[in-house]
T-cell receptor
């Protein structure tokens, strides 16, 4: 079983700043890593799949990178609507999430 | 527009049963594998079960195997989750989600809003 570990647990930033989220897999998963955003009281929504491919309708300020065991999600310039919890996922495994606070 | 709507959640005593439903619309339901994912209070997302579009094969997480059964009715565009022998650890918001990707590399592109189960 693949264990996904996300860091940091919480990220406190201001609008306009750059946000970087990390996800580490306990074994290599190739490029098979997905990122979701979950706003308070809402279902998760797909952001990035296959480590770096933006889902339809996702703004270009969201980007993903990585392969193997180490992955990164970057938001280049935070907008007010970006403050949420971010999860990484690989098949039936989810990370514990990173909360992005304003 | 594609959407998923869950129903059937509620309050149940430990040891009891519930059946959740997820009605799909706006896409060809029979073409897609469907998943259930849950989220306990203040907890991470937890994958529960999948029913594959091909041959209706099913897979379950170890935490629910033998107690939960996922099924689908393509004529009704609905996926179900029969939950038996419920315990307090099953208290969660249950989401259904539509599969994307391959069997070995998949992700969840469309999610419902969830239905709450309290044990």
């Amino acid at each position: 079983e693949v264990v996904l570990t996300q860091a940091p647990a919480t990220l406190s930033l201001s609008p306009g700043e750059r946000a970087t989220f990390f996800c580490r897999a306990s074994q290599s998963v190739g490029p098979s890593l997905t990122w979701y955003q979950q706003k308070l009281g809402q279902a998760p929504s797909l952001l990035i799949y296959d480590a770096s491919k933006r889902a339809p309708g996702i703004p270009v300020r969201f980007s993903g990178s990585g392969s193997g065991t180490d992955f990164t999600l970057t938001i280049s310039s935070l907008q007010p609507e970006d403050f949420a919890v971010y999860y990484c996922q690989q098949r039936d495994n989810f990370g514990q999430g990173t909360r992005l606070d304003i | 527009q594609a959407q998923l709507v869950e129903s059937g959640g509620g309050v149940v005593q430990p040891g009891g049963s519930l059946r959740l439903s997820c009605a799909a619309s706006g896409f060809t339901f029979s073409d897609y594998s469907m998943h259930w994912v849950r989220q306990g209070p203040g907890k991470r997302l937890e994958w529960v079960a999948v029913i594959w579009s091909f041959g209706s094969r099913t897979d379950y997480s170890d935490s629910v195997k033998g107690r939960f059964t996922i099924s689908r009715d393509n004529s009704r565009s609905t996926v179900y989750l029969q939950m038996n022998r419920l315990g307090v650890e099953d208290t969660a918001l249950y989401y259904c989600a539509r599969h994307s990707g391959s069997y070995s590399n998949w992700y969840l592109q469309l999610w419902g809003r969830g239905t709450l189960v309290s044990v």
